[in-house]
């Protein structure tokens, strides 16, 4: 009887592992669907637009931020500070955060006055979910036919992005 309970709890390793290998986490939305989320978002004039929106034929950088977040605002400054290496890309900027918040953040980094720049808010987190992000920022790079290239989540240096934009 001994070595029956020996050799059960010596398998016990080997069966918990295989149940464990038997349901692998799902992937997250993004990763499922590679392509641009098709969301609802609110421009800070109250406009609403969706990716059907988007320029065609031009890489996008998605930029999930909050409008509290430091390495947010400070890979914004980054980022506009190297504006001109951007130019070929059409970046949208997307917050959880209500219309009203995001305009201060807008209006603080004079976005209106940078062409390739689009600042939504999608208060509903949809953006949130889909791209199971945890951690501000999240950049997700798109290629021309707005299919998933690479991602990021939490801090992300310039040349990083450039490199995966540049592909």
Do not use: W
């Not at 986490?25 to 978002?41: E, G, S, T, V």
């Not at 955060?97 to 062409?115: G, L, R, S, T």
Request: aromatic letters at 14%.
């Amino acid at each position: 009887m001994r070595y029956v309970f020996l050799v059960i709890l010596g398998c016990l390793p080997v069966f918990l592992k295989a149940q464990t290998n038997a349901n692998p986490p799902a992937k997250p939305p993004y990763l499922q669907y590679p392509i641009i989320p098709a969301f609802p978002l609110t421009l800070v004039d109250g406009h609403s637009i969706t990716k059907n929106d988007l320029k065609r034929n031009e890489k996008t950088m998605v930029f999930v931020f909050s409008v509290d977040c430091d390495h947010c605002k400070h890979l914004t400054e980054e980022m506009l500070k190297n504006i001109d290496k951007f130019k070929k890309t059409q970046i949208l900027m997307v917050t959880p955060f209500k219309v009203e918040q995001m305009k201060e953040y807008y209006d603080q980094y004079k976005i209106k006055n940078y062409p390739n720049i689009i600042m939504a808010s999608e208060p509903t987190r949809q953006i949130m979910y889909f791209y199971d992000l945890r951690y501000f920022p999240g950049l997700y790079i798109y290629d021309r036919k707005q299919q998933f290239v690479k991602g990021f989540e939490g801090s992300a240096k310039i040349d990083s992005l450039l490199f995966y934009l540049n592909k």
